[in-house]
Nanobody
Framework: QVQLVESGGGLVQAGGSLRLSCAAS????????MGWYRQAPGKQRELVAT???????NYADSVKGRATISRDNAGNTVHLQMNGLQPEDTAVYFC??????????????WGQGTQVTVSL
């Protein structure tokens, strides 16, 4: 079984910072990319940031300059540092993994989500 386990959500005041982490585990052949999406109430899930195993990153325009995605040396844990948080950043944040589970099979996996709430 493959799992993506998130940590680090919570309540923060506007202007504050949070660090989200996500660890992938289980029967994984290799990891193509991992990242974060978020979903606010009444809205569609949207990209926040992704990082490939080669270190290429992609950020949503809404978080550029405020967010940094990184991964550990083993490559199976990603971190999202978000600074200057605003109430519009309030959402459930989902870890995403583009994983190769066998030599021939690729699948998308999602974590269970972690709530980030930004108060004024």
């Amino acid at each position: 079984q493959v799992q993506l386990v998130e940590s680090g959500g919570g309540l923060v005041q506007a202007g504050g910072s949070l660090r989200l982490s996500c660890a992938a585990s289980g029967n994984i052949f290799s990891i193509n990319a991992m990242g974060w999406y978020r979903q606010a109430p009444g809205k569609q899930r949207e990209l926040v940031a992704t990082i490939t195993t080669r270190g290429s990153t992609n950020y949503a325009d809404s978080v550029k300059g405020r967010a940094t995605i990184s991964r550990d040396n083993a490559g199976n844990t990603v971190h999202l540092q978000m600074n200057g948080l605003q109430p519009e950043d309030t959402a459930v944040y989902f870890c995403y993994g583009d994983l190769r589970i066998t030599r021939w099979e690729y699948r998308d996996y999602w974590g269970q989500g972690t709530q980030v709430t930004v108060s004024l």
